[in-house]
DNA sequence: GGAACATTGACACGCATGTGTTAGGGTTGG
DNA sequence: CCAACCCTAACACATGCGTGTCAATGTTCC
């Protein structure tokens, strides 16, 4: 009963329909199904989507940025790798000297992808 | 003097000096240069490029998902954004009754934009 | 000074993303 | 029952990413 069909929901959102199957098809907004198989876009959802819109257009990202954003949330290990990786950009510590420095850079990158439990050869 | 040129750089990370150059002009390992120009990568970038291509390889993501990660450190309007827009999936919360949980979305996401002070009409 | 390397810039190609459109076939509602 | 909607699948096209390669030119070093 409640939840707009597609092509309503496109018009207040301000996607397209095609685009609309294709953001629930990335799994970013994903709506119910009525009995026969139609999309049914419940305020909440529609609320997201001009949402969605307005993030991306006032960051300039992409829908796979924000997949990634999810990702990062859900994949503990993916996040601690990529935030460690990022964080070797740091500045290096005082009291690590310079001729340290690279084994142990080389020591936390690794522990770090020991961390990750990456199951690859 | 100490500093590798592209092409045992490359030798060593497993990277071609194609992508060496890729990966600089997308900012995430930048070398310092030679009097001349020459790229010199020192033993923190080699180990950091190997480190890279650890990542990206086992976790399957690519150069433009660990730059959008660098983005999301760096700009915390943006993180605060995305963040927020995601967790517009979490559960409901319980003292939120059901009809008011548009309006308290709407306003969180709100708050949210307006926190991320966009300039955009 | 010449072989072996570096630089930037450009052409190119395959694959993914974002988006429209069309085709063939169900569903709904007056 | 028929117009107006929905569905999936597919063709199509622009743009961007990852990557190789080639051309024209400068640098290093024996």
Redesign the pocket.
């Known amino acids: 009963m409640d939840g707009l069909?597609?092509?309503?929901a496109a018009q207040t959102t301000g996607w397209?329909?095609?685009?609309l199957?294709?953001i629930e098809r990335?799994g970013l907004v994903v709506p119910r199904r009525?009995?026969?198989?139609?999309?049914l876009y419940g305020p909440e959802q529609l609320q997201r989507l001009r949402t969605l819109r307005e993030l991306l257009r006032s960051f300039q990202i992409?829908?796979?940025d924000v997949g990634f954003a999810r990702r990062l949330r859900r994949e503990p290990r993916l996040s601690a790798a990529v935030t460690g990786w990022l964080e070797a950009d740091a500045v290096r510590p005082a009291h690590v000297a310079a001729d340290d420095w690279l084994s142990f850079e080389q020591d936390k990158h690794e522990r770090l992808l020991v961390a990750a439990g990456r199951v690859n050869s």
Do not use: E
């Open positions: 069909t597609i092509n309503d397209s329909p095609r685009m199957r294709y990335s009525s009995a026969s198989g139609y999309r992409g829908l796979g």
